[in-house]
């Protein structure tokens, strides 16, 4: 059973998806991490993501793992590494660049093909899953997610003017739902849910009703 979740950014997937699996006993498949670990190596090795060829090469030479909520890059754990802001600010270019997304995307179906799964992003359920056995697009209005990435930032220790969060937001979704390469799209049999005005747990419980009503 494959339960693919779709949705704009700082929508809640990553959060989502990870109690819906707690909850099913699924496994949770975090492909943003494997996005991350790519860029990790290729800033490691000064890769160019422009370089298709540098790229290739460097794909060619990537172990990646992912174990519960841990990550392996050949070997080693770089769960903590993966999450620093240099990566983050970096990630963009590899995540569109083809060859990656098709890396990525033979890593998520090999481990998707004997498991039970929800996994989240951009295109699961249009692209990577397409027969997955539930789609959910889970978004909220710009203003709140604005609202809970401001929050976020806040609490971590790195706030931004309020402002600054739903313009970075704005551009995001522009770029997400435009860009050729895998663009954020609803599948047409994707249920949506509109979490706007949600706590997490409210969000939580919906999505477990919903998938209990298509688990068997």
Known sequence: MIIAIDGPVAGGKSTAARNLAKDLG???????????????????SNTDPADREAVKSLLRSAN???????????????????????????????AENQDVRDFVNAYARRFASSRNIVVEGRDMGTVVFPDAGLKIFLTASV?????????????RGTPQPYDKVLADLQKRDREDTHRPIAPLLQ??????IDSSGWTPTQTRSKLLALAKEHVK
């Open 143 to 155: 203003e709140e997610r604005a609202k809970r990435r401001w929050e976020e930032l806040t609490t």
């Open 26 to 44: 699924f496994e949770h498949l975090d492909t943003g991490a494997l996005y991350r670990m790519v860029t990790l190596l290729a800033r490691r």
């Open 64 to 94: 990646v793992r992912l174990s519960g909520d841990r990550a392996f890059l050949n070997g080693e754990d770089v769960s903590d590494a993966i999450r620093l802001p240099e990566i983050s600010s970096s990630v963009k270019p590899f």
């Open 187 to 192: 599948a047409p049999d994707a249920v949506v």
